[in-house]
């Protein structure tokens, strides 16, 4: 196909003999990604082995030491708390939007891109008042009668349960997605073969729509792992999560060896899962 | 199972909206702390926001660094998404790959990269940094919108154009970029947002002269909870609201004005 229009395009014809033109547009660009980009990013994986001493004593640290293994595992079960949870959450709403009449489905949509493009600084600023010691939900506890209400804010609680709430549209959009093509006369020769409620979802439904629910978990789980602000503003202090930690590394200690080198794993982590994913799926499609 | 579904549904809209909304109330509220229902209603934070350097500083840099960055991600991602939607070589695919690298690298990473080797090269804490570290997280998202309309392109328009004399030139500026601009608008703005939202990288290397909004916010959040931010979150989440819907009224009003020329 691509050679067939290229036979009647003047420009296309001259390329395609010089096969020049493609990287004088790309130059720009490519020069400009390899200075600022993995300039800095190569920067990153040789001060991990060279700042302070040129050693692998960081990596050591990292990888043995029992602050640093507690945080790594704080941060991976937090992610698959959340991961799980934005799954519980979004697959319902996803479902109510598919399931909608087109003026209802559309109206949730909104409400959902709404969040979507809220900052995330505004979704857990609105977190902190939620939850804050003067907040509508202690408030409500308060009413109900409960004499000492649990501190909810600056705990794992609060952070998880904000960070649900922002990254719940990504889920809730990839799942839609998947959901809106699926073909109603699947469902209906299901059902009038005799698959019933739990059975029909389960043997289903729930197969049909797995690219989203896998799509929508990895970005997920990706987000989260490296997720800095919410964790740092709503989190306890004392249950930091990576992005967290290596903040502080870099803030407070100056210690750009060590942050390097927790940056260096919490990177190798998430390419290895979104490499494992690319092959399988196709990274393009993951953010499409 | 379908009602089951249903229900858990509605109360998810509820737990996605509610929080959004809260912040409006609160920006009104003459609390001196975060305190929800507010024990009274008054303008004073806005006004405290619309006159108070300290805010409109940042806001002003995310402004300009926002325009700058979507200037610079542009004049770079539209050639180069030329060459990789229109031609195949060796090398698109570590191109291509290159394109998206930056959304798979965890933002603190990057920010641990930017802090040292711009403080090596003497431009953390400016302006100039923060664009060109911005306009990396920008390139893939303005490349992903810009390729999507590149590849629905209906070529045969420009051989038209080409087949009645025009000449390449001419084609490219009478024909392919009007019918690109959709495209190149949406692309634009999302690098713009990309920027304007950006927290993470900014937080490290903006530094004093160069505070974004983002990172004026952060800080005010970890250190007292200023209740400027009710007014600043209130303000984003409208122009949000705004951004969201106006594509549908756009399209809506456009509807009824052809169903009325038609009639």
């Not at chain 1, 020069?31 to 980009?37: G, H």
């Not at chain 2, 609390?31 to 303008?43: C, H, I, V």
């Not at chain 2, 949000?240 to 809506?252: C, D, E, N, Q, Y």
């Amino acid at each position: 196909m691509y050679k067939g229009y290229a036979m009647g395009n003047g420009i296309a014809k001259l390329t395609e003999r010089t096969n020049l033109w493609p990287w004088l547009l790309l130059a720009p660009l490519a020069v400009y990604m390899a200075v600022f980009f993995l300039v800095p990013l190569i920067d990153v994986a040789i001060m991990s082995v060279t700042e302070p001493r040129p050693t692998l004593a960081n990596y050591q640290r990292v990888l043995t030491g029992t602050l640093y293994l507690r945080v790594f595992l704080n941060t991976f079960m937090t992610a698959i708390m959340v991961t799980f949870a934005c799954l519980l959450v979004g697959y319902p709403l996803a479902y109510l939007m598919a399931s909608s009449k087109p003026r209802t489905a559309t109206l949730i949509l909104l409400l959902v891109t709404m969040s979507f493009w809220t900052s995330f600084l505004v979704r857990t600023y609105a977190w902190m008042v939620l939850l804050g010691t003067n907040g509508p939900i202690i408030w409500l506890l308060q009413l109900l009668g409960v004499q000492q209400p649990p501190q909810l804010l600056f705990t794992r609680f609060s952070s998880t349960l904000a960070m649900v709430h922002i990254l719940a549209p990504y889920m809730v959009m990839n799942i839609y997605s998947v959901m809106r093509k699926i073909d109603p006369v699947l469902i209906r020769s299901a059902e009038s073969l005799g698959a019933k409620g739990l059975a029909l979802f389960r043997h289903v439904y729930l197969p049909l729509t797995a690219p989203g629910i896998a799509n929508g978990s990895v970005l997920v789980f990706v987000i989260c792992l490296g997720f800095y602000v919410t964790p740092v503003l709503l989190g306890s202090p004392r249950e930091q999560m990576v992005a967290g930690l290596i903040g502080n590394q870099i803030d407070e200690f100056l210690a750009f060896g060590m942050g390097s080198a927790m940056a260096m794993v919490l990177l190798v982590v998430t390419l290895v899962i979104l490499t494992i994913y690319h092959r399988r799926f196709g990274l393009d499609k993951l953010w499409g | 199972m379908n009602r089951f579904l249903r229900w858990l549904g509605i109360a998810v809209v509820i737990f996605v909206a509610a929080p959004l909304v809260i912040v409006i109330p609160m920006s009104f509220s003459n609390a001196r702390s975060l305190q929800f229902p507010p024990p009274g209603y008054w303008l004073g934070y806005y006004q405290a926001y619309f006159t108070d350097w300290s805010w409109l500083r940042p806001t002003w840099n995310s402004i300009l660094i926002a325009t700058a960055t979507t200037v610079l991600t542009m004049v770079l991602v539209v050639p180069a998404t030329f060459a990789l939607v229109r031609h195949r070589f060796r090398g698109k695919g570590i191109a291509d790959l290159m394109m998206l690298m930056p959304l798979a690298v965890p933002h603190i990473v990057m920010a641990v990269g930017y802090y040292s080797y711009f403080g090596a090269v003497g431009i953390v804490h400016t302006h100039l940094g923060v664009i060109l570290a911005h306009t990396c997280l920008s390139v893939p998202i303005a490349f992903l919108v810009l390729s999507a309309n590149l590849k629905g392109f209906d070529r045969t328009l420009e051989r038209a154009a080409l087949s009645l004399g025009a000449s390449p030139t001419r084609t490219f500026i009478h024909i392919t970029l009007p019918i690109l601009r959709p495209g190149l608008i949406i692309s634009a703005l999302f690098a713009f947002i990309q920027s304007f939202d950006e927290t993470v990288v900014a937080i490290f290397i903006s530094g004093r002269d160069a505070e974004t909004l983002p990172r004026k916010m952060f800080d005010s959040i970890r250190q007292e909870a200023d209740p400027v931010i009710a007014v600043i979150s209130t303000l984003l989440f409208l122009a949000v609201i705004v951004g969201v819907t106006a594509p549908l009224v756009i399209a809506r009003i456009r509807n009824r004005r052809a169903r009325l020329a038609a009639a």
